[in-house]
């Protein structure tokens, strides 16, 4: 019927068509509905047919969330109500849409998820969408995918960043969204008063673990560490039954109560292997493993370094068993010049007389 349509009004001269338009030769007729509600923001050609489609488009431009989601501790915004349902349903756990499958109990948020996954999942054969540029061949489960994958080898990048004085553009919308972080920043919750906004998200978590950590303490002894990961592999201390690992190489009765100190010991002593190497001028030194090289620059590091004296090392037998020699807080006691002992030589003497 479309094609009728097209047809008339294409070859009627001089009289209206159906489209509503007097009609050329060879001329195209117009779409039936025409996008009447057009962005007005300056180098954006977006046009909608429907006026809540362009009041959900200026959002992306005024950064306006109108739909906020109301339940505690939960600060996200959306741009429209069917958004702010769907993101609700994370909060109740409701999922109203059921696999129409016989043998499929899953259930979904949206009925468009639950066609996607009977379509994929069920269907016989399964939807497999290839490139089909030369010498590639990739097959993805989403046309989504392919288009994105397909930039690729176009090299275009179409999604653009909306912010002034960047020109900056990417070939897909979850690299774009992680570029705008860089602009919009990374604010601090976990205090209202906190005027601090991280550049990156990992500025961002070294201020919360500077600023806004509290300390954890063992419920045992009451030590304090800085973050719960310190506290949890302190906790092991105090378990009645250690695992001990034990070098499997053939003569080696090496035993490390940790698996990264296995490993550091296979790859320097056995193997050999000491990849990651000092650059800090006039040090050199080789390491098995990354962490110990961070470790390790903190001796570089005046504002690092730490001014403690080193622990003592304690046997493996010691640290199996549990047992923490405490210091001794008794002082030396203090010996006069007339009470000293007397030398050997002279203590020799007085026994043979």
């Not at 509503?20 to 050609?45: Q, T």
């Not at 690729?152 to 909306?162: A, E, G, L, R």
């Not at 035993?255 to 296979?266: A, P």
């Not at 004296?309 to 008794?330: D, E, H, I, V």
Request: aromatic fraction near 10%; hydrophobic fraction near 25%.
């Amino acid at each position: 019927m479309a094609v009728s349509v097209a047809r008339s009004c294409a070859f009627s001269i001089g009289k209206p068509g159906r489209c509503g338009r007097v009609g050329k030769m060879g001329e195209k007729a117009p779409p039936a509905v025409y996008k009447r509600y057009i962005c007005s923001f300056p180098d954006c050609s977006a046009s909608y047919n429907k006026s809540w489609k362009l009041q959900a488009h200026l959002c992306k431009h005024t950064g306006e969330r109108p739909f906020p989601c109301m339940f505690e501790g939960c600060s996200k915004g959306f741009v429209t109500l069917f958004h702010l349902t769907r993101h609700s349903m994370t909060h109740t756990g409701e999922k109203p849409c059921k696999c129409e499958a016989a043998d499929c109990d899953l259930s979904f948020t949206t009925m468009t998820n639950m066609r996607k996954h009977f379509q994929r999942a069920h269907l016989s054969p399964s939807l497999i969408y290839v490139c089909y540029f030369a010498d590639c061949g990739k097959t993805f489960k989403k046309h989504n995918q392919l288009k994105i994958h397909q930039y690729i080898h176009t090299n275009q990048q179409p999604y653009k960043c909306c912010h002034e004085e960047c020109d900056k553009s990417f070939s897909s919308p979850s690299r774009l969204k992680r570029h705008e972080k860089v602009h919009a920043g990374y604010p601090c919750q976990k205090d209202s008063t906190c005027s601090f906004v991280g550049k990156t998200w990992t500025e961002y978590m070294k201020h919360v673990a500077a600023s806004h950590s509290e300390p954890a303490i063992c419920d045992v002894c009451s030590r304090k560490f800085k973050n719960k990961t310190y506290l949890k592999d302190h906790m092991r201390t105090h378990d009645e039954q250690r695992v001990v690992y034990k070098c499997p190489r053939d003569g080696c009765d090496r035993t490390y109560t940790k698996k990264f100190g296995l490993q550091s010991h296979i790859l320097s002593f056995h193997e050999e292997s000491r990849p990651f190497a000092c650059e800090h001028p006039g040090c050199g030194k080789t390491f098995a493993m990354k962490q110990s090289l961070d470790r390790h620059a903190n001796t570089h590091d005046p504002e690092k370094k730490k001014m403690k004296k080193p622990r003592p090392k304690r046997s493996l037998a010691s640290r199996l068993s549990g047992f923490n020699p405490k210091k001794s807080t008794k002082k030396p006691k203090s010996v006069e010049l007339g009470n000293l002992p007397p030398d050997p030589a002279t203590a020799m003497q007085n026994l043979s007389i």
